[in-house]
T-cell receptor
């Protein structure tokens, strides 16, 4: 069945890089997304990648896509306390469907 | 694992009619349900948060008389778009907060109002 998997927790020291991993099952998805949720807020779209791309970089964010292994990762360079949030991976196999992972809670250690 | 079933996945309705979207938690009790609306390639906007048995808490700018949310049981929450208009056309998605199990999302509903 369709599923998106990601670990629930990640702790990283301030200044280090954070890498959040995600695996998905539907190879037909043309878009893959990373969302950020801060306490009390909605889901903010951080970045997305087309399935025909391997990598996308946007300032401190780097998204890597391994389509063969159906593996997506989000790297946050120089992690700051403001990066503390829940990060959701999602795939969109078609226009009327989006499948989210359960979210990775990123905790920043001083 | 925890599953939220959202129906319908796609609906087309005439302007002025009402549409109901359902989210059911299939194998867990969803004490809190979140309803989101997404515009193309944009963030998911939180519309409201509902707790089972109580009135939903709506975010600023969301009309509670237009977007009726009911969360009468621990396994079912509904969003009714009343007197729908073309500007209500969007992608709606629900999410249930798990107890130590992360968030579980429905797969979304594409609403088109003609």
């Amino acid at each position: 069945g369709e599923d998106v998997e990601q670990s629930l927790f990640l702790s990283v020291r301030e200044g280090d890089s954070s890498v959040i991993n995600c695996t998905y099952t539907d190879s037909s998805s043309t878009y893959l997304y990373w969302y950020k949720q801060e306490p009390g807020a909605g889901l903010q779209l951080l970045t997305y990648i087309f399935s025909n791309m391997d990598m996308k970089q946007d300032q401190r964010l780097t998204v890597l896509l391994n389509k063969k292994d159906k593996h997506l990762s989000l790297r946050i360079a120089d992690t700051q306390t403001g990066d503390s949030a829940i990060y959701f991976c999602a795939e969109r196999p078609r226009d009327d469907k989006i499948i989210f992972g359960k979210g990775t809670r990123l905790h920043i250690l001083p | 694992g925890a599953v939220v079933s959202q129906h319908p996945s796609r609906v087309i309705c005439k302007s002025g009619t009402s549409v109901k979207i359902e989210c059911r938690s299939l194998d867990f009790q969803a004490t809190t349900m979140f309803w989101y609306r997404q515009f193309p390639k944009k963030s998911l906007m939180l519309m409201a948060t509902s707790n089972e048995g109580s009135k939903a808490t709506y975010e600023q700018g969301v009309e509670k008389d237009k977007f009726l949310i009911n969360h009468a049981s621990l396994t079912l929450s509904t969003l009714t778009v009343t007197s729908a208009h073309p500007e209500d056309s969007s992608f709606y998605i629900c999410s249930a907060a798990g107890t130590g199990n992360g968030y579980t999302f429905g797969s979304g509903t594409r609403l088109t109002v003609v």
